[in-house]
């Protein structure tokens, strides 16, 4: 390799060296907002939340958990299609996030979409089998949909992973939900 070869290289790598400290600069501040929204949303300020998640988007738009957050801040406004819209960016971005499957399966089933919200949320379980929330929520489609057997084998799954994760007040309601059925 010559001299002014050598050089033109150097230059290259210079100039690429630039491009990626400049995006990773983006992907660091995409991450802090991040990191503000959810500290906003844990405050109920979901507004600023959303504010935030708008700004980490623009700098780093192929972040799944930015599109993930703002969907969950949408839905706490009961913005039901935002949300949806949001989950569905975040799915496209990254098709194995149980997350984003089991949010949107939420607003499906908070319009009436019980066919939609049952896709998504055995697409939930399919990625992620210790989701006691996947659970819980298609028991409650089955239970919409007339699948008695569904909906109680589902609440049964539910209650088994809340006690696993120490979340006796929803293992409860779960199992609550499988004494009406039994009762009836």
Do not use: C, H, W
Not at 1 to 23: D, F, G, W
Not at 55 to 70: C, D, F, H, M
Not at 145 to 158: H, L, V
Not at 164 to 177: E, P, R, T, Y
Request: charged residues 25%; aromatic residues 12%; proline residues 2%.
């Amino acid at each position: 390799m010559s001299y002014p070869e050598a050089r033109e290289k150097l230059k290259l790598y210079r100039e690429n060296y630039q491009v990626i400290t400049k995006r990773f600069n983006f992907a660091k501040q995409a991450i802090n907002l991040n990191n503000q929204a959810k500290q906003k949303m844990e405050a109920g300020n979901y507004q600023g939340a959303i504010k935030d998640l708008n700004k980490a988007i623009s700098l780093n738009p192929g972040q799944s958990e930015s599109y993930l957050s703002r969907g969950v801040a949408y839905s706490q406004l009961g913005r039901r299609i935002g949300a949806i819209a949001n989950f569905d960016r975040a799915i496209e971005i990254n098709p194995e996030n149980a997350q984003a499957y089991y949010y949107r399966g939420d607003e499906y089933l908070q319009i009436g979409e019980q066919k939609k919200a049952l896709q998504d949320l055995n697409k939930s379980i399919k990625i992620d089998a210790n989701n006691p929330r996947s659970y819980f929520n298609r028991g409650i489609v089955y239970y919409l949909i007339g699948n008695q057997s569904e909906a109680m084998e589902n609440f049964q799954q539910a209650a088994f992973f809340f006690g696993l994760d120490g979340d006796s007040d929803n293992q409860k309601i779960a199992v609550d939900m499988l004494d009406k059925f039994q009762q009836n």
